[in-house]
């Protein structure tokens, strides 16, 4: 059963969330009301995932990442931002958060970024002894239009990056939510053609008239024989990713830049920001429908003494 941390300094908040995440789940539900009473809280229980909110007294969210990026590598932290605190978000993602939710879509999307991070924390290890052993690893893919082989690929990815030491079990989660992203883009928004607002749109048809875009586009001759490229090159030093689709591209102008606060409420922006975040270097082709990132090792960042466990 996964244990989630939630963090904020607002006990009718908490309560708020608490109450969104009791529906349908068989998860453990912990708080805390502060930065330092969350580190004091992981001490005593093996919490899967934090959810924070950025604004406490004491220790806030920005401080609250960096600490348990260090002390407890292996805890993903997800933010809860609220309007106006867009910047500090880029800046936690950066010093080593997993994802955020604006506090204006928890109850439609906190739950699911819940479920994604926890998929990928959960990611295969049976070859993790093996692993151990390689020092270079290099594939690559052609993938049919089915969403399905995307997490497989992305545990696959996880287990390389993990076994050969690139980074800690955070940025573990961060590359493989990278590549998720990427990889997302490349099957929606690039083979099938499907902007945001198209795929919430197909989202409430499927749920009102049992009718799915998705399945629609994926049997069409204009759609069904295109594919999606994947190449990786993983060794001790860097990982570096190419995904490319058979789609008509995009205009790369509108790319957000790397610390875009405002990009993170523009539809469709979201992806691209925590691609931006979690990867030293992303950069697409001139068409639009390929993507080049590279994760190099990273050194964990420091944290006062009287920050951490």
């Known amino acids: 059963m996964p244990t989630i941390l939630i963090v904020d300094d607002s006990s009718v908040d908490r309560r708020l969330v608490g109450g969104l995440?009791?529906?349908?789940?068989?998860?453990?539900?912990?708080?805390?009301?502060n930065g330092r009473a969350a580190l004091a809280r992981l001490r005593e229980v093996n919490a899967d995932v934090v959810v924070t909110d950025m604004n406490m007294p004491e220790m806030d969210g920005l401080d609250l990442v960096r600490a348990v990026r260090v002390h407890y590598s292996d805890v993903p932290v997800i933010l809860m931002t609220?309007?106006?605190?867009?910047?500090?978000?880029?800046?936690?993602?950066?010093?080593?958060?997993?994802?955020?939710?604006?506090?204006?879509?928890?109850?439609?999307?906190?739950?699911?970024?819940?479920?994604?991070?926890?998929?990928l924390v959960r990611a295969d290890r049976t070859y993790e002894q093996l692993i151990d052993c390689m020092t270079r690893n290099e594939f690559t893919f052609l993938l049919p239009n089915d969403a399905a082989l995307i997490d497989p690929l992305v545990d696959l990815v996880q287990q390389m990056v993990g076994g050969l030491r690139l980074c800690d079990p955070i940025g573990r989660v961060r590359v493989g939510m990278a590549l998720e992203q990427a990889l997302l883009n490349a099957l929606y928004r690039?083979?099938?053609?499907?902007?945001?607002?198209?795929?919430?749109?197909?989202?409430?048809?499927?749920?009102?008239?049992?009718?799915?875009?998705?399945?629609?586009?994926?049997?069409?001759p204009k759609y069904r024989d295109r594919r999606v490229f994947v190449e990786a090159h993983v060794?001790?030093?860097?990982?570096?990713?190419?995904?490319?689709?058979?789609?008509?591209?995009f205009d790369t102008?509108?790319?957000?830049?790397?610390?875009?606060?405002?990009?993170l409420e523009r539809e469709g922006g979201r992806g691209l920001v925590?691609?931006?975040?979690?990867?030293?270097?992303?950069?697409?082709?001139?068409v639009g429908n390929e993507v080049t990132m590279v994760k190099r090792r990273e050194a964990v960042p420091d944290v006062p003494p009287d920050e951490g466990a």
């Open 82 to 119: 609220g309007q106006g605190s867009e910047a500090l978000a880029i800046e936690a993602l950066d010093l080593g958060a997993a994802s955020y939710v604006p506090k204006s879509h928890l109850n439609d999307s906190l739950r699911n970024s819940i479920e994604q991070v926890l998929g």
């Open 253 to 263: 102008s509108t790319v957000p830049a790397p610390h875009d606060a405002h990009a």
């Open 21 to 33: 995440l009791e529906q349908d789940t068989d998860w453990n539900l912990e708080y805390a009301e």
């Open 190 to 220: 690039g083979n099938l053609e499907l902007s945001p607002d198209m795929m919430h749109q197909a989202s409430e048809k499927l749920l009102s008239e049992g009718v799915d875009l998705v399945e629609q586009r994926r049997t069409q």
């Open 274 to 286: 925590l691609m931006r975040s979690f990867m030293d270097e992303v950069r697409f082709n001139d």
């Open 235 to 249: 060794t001790k030093e860097e990982a570096r990713f190419v995904v490319r689709d058979e789609g008509p591209g």
